[in-house]
């Protein structure tokens, strides 16, 4: 049995346990991207709740790729200084902390972008507004963005690197057929919808160096009419390790449908595990499994079959940020319900549990 709590290292980088937490926006960054103090507790929360690594929120590489307001940003030397306390923050309470960098794409809210752009143009109900199909300049440009967020990660002192590359953000758009139609080399079949990604890998391995540990986050499928089928979602992770990463989290769903709501029973949970059973019969680097993990029990079920070698949490860390120390301690689940309350509800405010009902935490569902 592989204990949710034994150590494992990914390349340079060791973790004391197997349970991260996987990417969430925290929306706790002032109007230039700078994050606020709110954000250090929130990490250093994490760390002394146990949790192995920390995947900070999507951060920004260029303004034209900002999500929403109170967004964190990596796009620009002013915001190392601030970056570098939080990842000093973050070692001196004995943490590790990967970065996830992204380019929001066509996923872009006019409130953070007066234009959304996207690989071709789209409109689509799901998102705010519809976007522009980007030049091949600003195309060549961005893959530049990307290679310099990640050269101010390293710099800051963060311990790696996670590239957003699910949930409908500009590499997902790149590798989906829904979204990319362009017909000049960026596009066409999955060797040319992946190449926006290889380039991108390329760049980003080229600005920190061989040994800097660096991930994915992938989107294997889309779940929408015409959009990346798994069995090319497959064939993508198949050609990552070729691309110079070290690990992939595997995700899917290009719209909303990423966090599942109403997780109740363990059949419910690990909604998301046939996708890293996928992976693994295609790559040797380690996978993280994401999406509706709740209990111990599936959590090491899945590791002992080698499913995954990593467990992800979002919303049971909102919830619950020391469950980590709570599932050793004896705790059978997360207290989570999955019911997706967890957005401000005002500016200002910050990602935080909203739920008034929760699991009973010692009961078994
Ligand atoms: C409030 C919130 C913010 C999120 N922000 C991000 C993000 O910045 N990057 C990302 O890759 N996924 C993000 N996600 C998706 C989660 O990382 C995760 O893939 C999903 O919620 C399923 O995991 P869970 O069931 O453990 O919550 C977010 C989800 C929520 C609920």
Same mark, same amino acid.
């Given at each position: 049995m592989t204990d949710l709590f034994s150590s494992i290292n990914l390349g340079d980088l060791s973790l004391s346990n197997r349970l991260v937490r996987s990417a969430t926006a925290e929306r706790m960054a002032d109007e230039n991207g700078r994050p606020r103090g709110a954000l250090t507790d929130l990490y250093t929360g994490l760390v002394a709740g146990g949790v192995g690594l920390i995947i900070t929120g999507h951060m920004y590489i260029d303004p034209s790729g900002k999500c929403h307001p109170e967004m964190t940003g990596i796009h620009t030397d002013a915001l190392i200084p601030p970056l570098t306390a939080l990842a000093n923050a973050v070692h001196r309470s004995g943490g590790r902390v990967a970065v996830q960098i992204n380019h929001g794409g066509m996923q872009c809210s006019p409130e953070a972008v007066a234009e959304a752009v996207a690989p071709s143009h789209i409109e689509a109900d799901f998102l705010t507004q519809p976007a522009r199909a980007m030049r091949a300049d600003e195309i060549k440009a961005t893959i530049e963005a990307y290679a310099n967020a990640a050269r101010r990660a390293k710099l800051a002192g963060f311990d790696a690197v996670q590239l957003h590359g699910?949930?409908?953000?500009? @590499?997902? !758009?790149?590798?989906?057929? $829904?979204?990319?139609?362009?017909?000049?080399?960026?596009?066409?079949?999955?060797?040319?919808?992946? %190449?926006?990604?290889?380039?991108?890998?390329?760049?980003?391995?080229?600005?920190?160096?061989?040994? $800097?540990?660096? $991930? @994915?986050?992938?989107?294997?499928?889309?779940?929408?009419?015409?959009?990346?089928? *798994?069995?090319?979602?497959? !064939?993508?992770?198949?050609?990552?390790?070729?691309?110079?990463?070290?690990?992939?989290?595997?995700?899917?769903?290009?719209?909303?449908?990423?966090?599942?709501?109403?997780?109740?029973?363990?059949?419910?949970?690990?909604? $998301? %595990?046939?996708?890293?059973?996928?992976?693994?019969?295609?790559? =040797? *680097?380690?996978?993280?499994?994401?999406?509706?993990?709740?209990?111990?029990?599936?959590?090491?079920?899945? *590791?002992?079959?080698?499913?995954?070698?990593?467990?992800?949490?979002?919303?049971?860390?909102?919830?619950?940020?020391?469950?980590?120390?709570?599932? !050793?301690?004896? =705790?059978?689940?997360?207290?989570?319900?999955?019911?997706? %309350?967890?957005?401000?509800?005002?500016?200002?405010?910050?990602?935080?549990c909203h739920c008034d009902v929760r699991v009973e935490p010692l009961g078994t569902y």
């Open positions: 699910a949930h409908g953000y500009l @590499i997902s !758009q790149f590798l989906s057929p $829904f979204t990319n139609r362009r017909n000049d080399g960026w596009g066409g079949d999955l060797e040319g919808r992946m %190449r926006f990604l290889r380039e991108v890998c390329g760049a980003v391995r080229e600005a920190v160096g061989p040994a $800097f540990p660096l $991930f @994915i986050k992938l989107g294997m499928f889309d779940g929408v009419d015409g959009g990346l089928a *798994l069995e090319d979602g497959v !064939q993508v992770v198949a050609a990552l390790e070729g691309m110079g990463l070290d690990g992939v989290e595997v995700s899917g769903g290009i719209d909303a449908t990423s966090s599942r709501t109403g997780i109740r029973s363990p059949e419910e949970e690990a909604y $998301f %595990r046939p996708l890293a059973q996928a992976a693994q019969t295609a790559t =040797q *680097l380690p996978v993280m499994l994401v999406g509706g993990l709740r209990s111990r029990a599936v959590m090491e079920e899945v *590791l002992t079959s080698g499913d995954a070698q990593l467990i992800s949490l979002c919303r049971p860390l909102i919830c619950e940020p020391d469950l980590p120390l709570r599932l !050793q301690a004896g =705790q059978a689940r997360a207290a989570c319900i999955s019911a997706n %309350r967890c957005w401000p509800r005002e500016p200002g405010e910050g990602i935080a």
